[in-house]
């Protein structure tokens, strides 16, 4: 039984940053499709940030430069640094994670297991 749990979303002001950590149970992170979406009210969950099997992340363009996902194998979590925070980023969180094995760029449909969210809010 996957749990994903998602934490660090908060308020911030414009240019800020935020720490969102996933911890799992059941789970293992490495080695297969894992990653971060976002969906804002009104509008369809998109990929952030995702890594494959071999570890090599995407990033959406609007977060090319700015975000950086990072599993920590130690702790079992999947970390997401986000820098440079705009009112745009403003959204819910997800952490996402698949016993999919993808050598190519992993996409929504390949993950099967989901946090709750976390809120990001970006406002002046």
């Known amino acids: 039984n996957v749990q994903l749990v998602e934490s660090g979303g908060d308020s911030v002001q414009p240019g800020g940053s935020l720490r969102l950590s996933c911890g799992a149970s059941?789970?293992?992170?490495?080695?297969?499709?894992m990653g971060w979406f976002r969906q804002a009210p009104g509008q369809a969950r998109e990929a952030i940030a995702t890594?494959?099997?071999?570890?090599?992340?995407y990033y959406a363009t609007s977060a090319k430069g700015r975000f950086t996902i990072s599993p920590d194998n130690a702790a079992n979590t999947l970390n997401l640094e986000m820098n440079s925070l705009n009112t745009e980023d403003t959204a819910m969180y997800y952490c996402?994670?698949?016993?999919?094995?993808?050598?190519?760029?992993?996409?929504?449909?390949?993950?099967?297991?989901w946090g709750q969210g976390t809120q990001v809010t970006v406002s002046s």
């Open positions: 059941g789970y293992k992170f490495g080695g297969y499709c």
């Open positions: 890594m494959n099997s071999r570890g090599v992340p």
């Open positions: 996402a994670a698949s016993f999919s094995y993808m050598h190519r760029t992993c996409t929504l449909s390949d993950f099967t297991y």
